[in-house]
């Protein structure tokens, strides 16, 4: 993950360490190098001074320059460290080449204003240290107001830096909290839409074969003591129904491709299921198709096949039919679905309060395909899913 803006000021906080100990060793030296114009008690108060405001640095500024530290805490560093500065200035003016770091760290540490106006006081301060050891020179005057001007234009441009860092800082939070939240969101429309999924697979499947085994077994009582010939004929349907359910379940739970496209290719697959049906019921059923079809994906075998399975189980349980057409063929660049059976018909436009319908619609629309459906009162049902080839 990359690096927030507050975590990269913390890594080239080692920058202004190396500055900080650079200005420190270099007032410090100047102070006790230079040919002395104070005494040297006062100088030794005035690196005295000095390392107090090194100390105070490794104590409190390295993690105050962070602005992790609540304002009570920045400000006492900011003013223990000018407190110490002015010390030392009074001490030996030449300490005043403290300043250039010193400032810096004011406005690192504080807003602006406070820090223009602090940092503005103790320059002016140097010059009255400036004046107390020296006396009144042009000069002395002159430099203190180059030295404001130029701090108010660097704390300007640092400040400007440290508030774009943390803006920045918050804008990344606020990116990274509405990535988790689209995260978050998407993994619940995957869910939704996983468990759509289910459903339909398992109405498609498995609650068909179910009620496909009840309708039997019910023959079956019917038929045991009138017709034993007819009761074996359909409990060996039944039992190969309860096989063909148990691989059903078995495939999806090891989420792979249907069991019947496991067996074989989609118009066999197709063709089974129309011979089911002339098995398990009187009607006649007419199987076309239109070979060779094109190869498809997976995903488009699947909806044909379920959109199949789903017609096919509707025209047994309520069609009232005696004819089945099941036909399949290629027009221009797509594959077309077509069942027509001639029982009562039904209004597609009414309220549907099952699944099948809706789910055959959500899987042709999921791979840009198209379900209509045609039906009227004793003049059939067409059934019709065009996919693309």
Not at 48 to 64: D, E, K, N, Q, S
Not at 173 to 180: D, G, P, T
Not at 239 to 256: F, P, Y
Request: include cysteine.
């Amino acid at each position: 993950m990359n690096p927030s803006p507050r975590s990269a000021w913390q890594r080239f906080r080692w920058g202004w360490d190396v500055v900080f100990a650079v200005a420190y060793v270099g007032t410090v030296a100047y102070v006790l190098t230079e040919e002395p114009t104070t005494a040297i008690a006062a100088r030794l108060v005035s690196v005295a001074a000095l390392t107090g405001i090194a100390i105070v640095y490794l104590l409190l500024g390295r993690r105050a320059l962070t602005r992790e530290d609540n304002d009570a805490q920045r400000w006492l560093f900011a003013g223990v460290v000018l407190l110490l500065i002015v010390v030392a200035m009074f001490a030996d003016s030449r300490a005043s080449f403290g300043l250039f770091i010193v400032c810096p760290l004011v406005y690192m540490t504080l807003d602006f204003k406070p820090a223009a106006a602090l940092t503005s006081l103790t320059i002016m301060l140097s010059l009255v240290a400036s004046i107390v050891r020296n006396g009144a020179e042009a000069l002395a005057i002159l430099v203190p107001m180059i030295v404001i001007v130029f701090s108010m234009l660097a704390g300007r441009y640092i400040t400007g830096i440290i508030e774009e860092s943390h803006a920045r800082a918050g804008l990344i939070e606020r990116l990274e909290a509405s990535q988790a939240e689209v995260a978050r969101l998407s993994r619940e429309a995957g869910t939704a839409t996983e468990r759509e999924r289910l459903a339909r697979e398992i109405h498609d499947t498995l609650a068909q074969g179910f009620t496909s085994i009840v309708t039997l077994i019910q023959a079956i009582e019917s038929e045991m003591d009138t017709d034993p010939a007819a009761a074996r004929r359909h409990l060996g349907l039944a039992a190969r129904t309860a096989r063909e359910n148990l691989g059903e379940a078995r495939t999806m739970v090891a989420a792979l491709a249907p069991a019947d496209l496991a067996a074989g290719s989609l118009e066999q697959a197709l063709r089974r299921l129309a011979d089911r049906l002339a098995e398990e019921s009187t009607l006649t059923v007419t199987y076309e198709v239109d070979s060779p079809l094109p190869t498809l994906p997976m995903a488009t075998e699947v909806v044909l096949l379920r959109a199949a399975q789903e017609a096919l189980a509707n025209i047994g349980k309520h069609a009232s039919a005696s004819a089945v057409l099941v036909r399949v063929s290629v027009v221009d660049d797509s594959v077309r679905l077509l069942v027509h059976d001639d029982g009562a018909g039904f209004d597609p436009g009414a309220p549907a309060d099952g699944f099948g319908l809706s789910g055959m619609r959500s899987r042709a629309g999921q791979i840009g395909g198209r379900l209509s459906i045609r039906s009227g009162h004793s003049e059939g049902t067409d059934v019709e899913l065009q996919v693309p080839a």
